[in-house]
């Protein structure tokens, strides 16, 4: 999509106090201030803010969103690859493949395009759509797990390994703690877990509603069971329980007896994490995009600018522009993979 052209405009996009800025549109991508009107790629706590005068989001995610930012919030959605004008420029959501309802964001102003990535990732996830490439100018990319050491492996043999851990505590007699983001993570858990077993899993409340959300939006998991409508004294011998990582080392831990408790995330992939923070083991399982699957997405795209946003920016940007790319980081408060 050459045009050196586009060099010599104002950005499309661009930090301001309130979020990223689209002038031409006079809306905000996610913003992380209250404004007239925002543009949110999904529904995790960085990215998706109360506040705003107005939303608009992938209609797939909508139920998720209106959790997120309340019953009062006015939300809009499109449909995937649906088209809108707003102000001067024409909007569409992509899949991101990151959670349910996660979208790339391209704007198009005056041939210019631009695509704003949110969180993403290129591995099989049952519970979403899958990622699709948008070529396009500039790309803002994420960059949480942008080191070289991070790789993933295919999930489905992540979801073994936690099955077979699963089971060795079962005849041990013992509980296994799965500690895992609420929203995203826990359900791609379920669904994994859901093509190999179909014995119920215990969740914590925080999982639970979102768990009914992807239901209400047809993704398949395992049967589950809220932890706290158990009767008092249920023995959770040989259960699976999912729960965030806040509830670690909490009073709500006591009713589960001898536990082993495990962490799927992708910064499980450094040992060192799992031993610091006290789990008996952890599970390589991320969200996000690993290195190569980053380098890859900013390839495909055919961008001829990158920003950077999302923890390892000088990292990615800094290989980037060795090879060629002009890649720059852009400062945002976007977390990694946090707890939401
Ligand atoms: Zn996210
Ligand atoms: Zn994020």
Redesign the pocket.
Known sequence: MGSASFQDRPPLVSVTPQGLYCRAGNFYIDPWRPVERALVTHA?G??ARSGSQRYLGARVGLGLLQRRLGADAVIDTLEYGEKLTVGDTTVSFHPAGHVLGSAQIRIEHQGEVWVVS??YKRTPDPTCAPFEVVRCHTFIT?ATFGLPIYRWDDPRLVAQDILRWWDMNREAGRSAVLFCYALGKAQRLLAELGKLTDRPAFVHGAVNGLVTAYREAGVEMLPTQLVSETEKGTSFAGALVLAPPSAGGSTWMRRFGEAETAFASGWMRVRGNRRRRGFDRGFVLSDHADWPDLLRTVADTQAEKVLVT?GQTDSLSHYLRERGVDASPLATP???EAED
Do not use: A, L, S, T
């Open positions: 995790h960085d990215h949110g969180d994420e999302h976007f977390e990694g």
